[in-house]
């Protein structure tokens, strides 16, 4: 019984450290840079301005078929899938357009680099684009997520931005910030375009 005990504390030892060093690791990563231009109780108006990102297009319809084959691609193109093999850091948040057309996932790219001096991927299905200044809405969630929370959570924004009269278009987008083994500390939000302006 005793050696039980010992074996079961070890893990849970083990298991704290671990997601001790993931949850630090996770802090150190870059963020896309934004600044909040107004918040309220449950959600925030965010700037973010323009950047270059990583993106795959596919015809994916759910979280479960865009996530694991889209993040698979990209991490190729940024562990030196590309003509020079260089290897570009991580960064956060993971974005993801999941609709019944066209879906996407993206990679925000470390703001060292620009389109113009990234490396060409050796994969054709990774686009190198900029983006456009943008204002959203956002709204985060904690947990894992699924299509379940993503529609919950999407339909959440759009309420609350139905009952303050914000105006917004486009499909919403999940942001993940977190590697698949952290089980703590996560942090989903849901965003999209608003008409907002800074005052």
């Known amino acids: 019984m005793k050696i039980l005990i010992l074996i079961v504390s070890a ?39 323009s950047a270059t990102f990583a993106t795959i297009k596919s015809e994916a319809k759910t979280y479960g078929e865009l996530s694991g084959p889209g993040f698979r691609k990209l991490a190729g193109y940024i562990f030196g ?28 790219m470390p703001s060292e680099y620009k389109a113009e001096n990234l490396p060409k991927p050796k994969d054709s299905g990774v ?19 699924s299509d379940h929370a993503i529609l919950q959570h999407s339909e959440k924004l759009k309420a ?25 500390g996560r942090r989903n939000e849901i965003i999209v375009s608003v008409k907002w302006e800074d005052k």
Not at 16 to 45: A, C, G, N, P, R
Not at 135 to 143: D, E, I, K, Q
Not at 164 to 184: A, D, E
């Open 11 to 49: 893990i849970f030892i083990l298991f704290l450290i671990l997601q001790s060093f993931t949850i630090m690791s996770t802090q150190k990563t870059e963020l896309q840079k934004y600044s909040v231009v107004h918040s309220e109780d449950e959600f925030e108006i965010r700037f973010y301005p």
């Open 81 to 108: 899938g590309n003509e020079s093999e260089t290897k570009i850091s991580m960064t956060s948040p993971v974005q993801m357009d999941i609709n019944d057309s066209l879906s996407e996932m993206s990679f925000v």
């Open 127 to 145: 686009i190198i684009h900029k983006t456009q200044d943008e204002y959203v809405a956002a709204v985060r969630f904690s947990g894992f997520s």
């Open 160 to 184: 609350l931005l139905d009952k303050k009269g914000i105006v917004y278009s486009g499909n919403f987008r999940f942001l993940g910030y977190n590697p698949p083994w952290q089980l703590v």
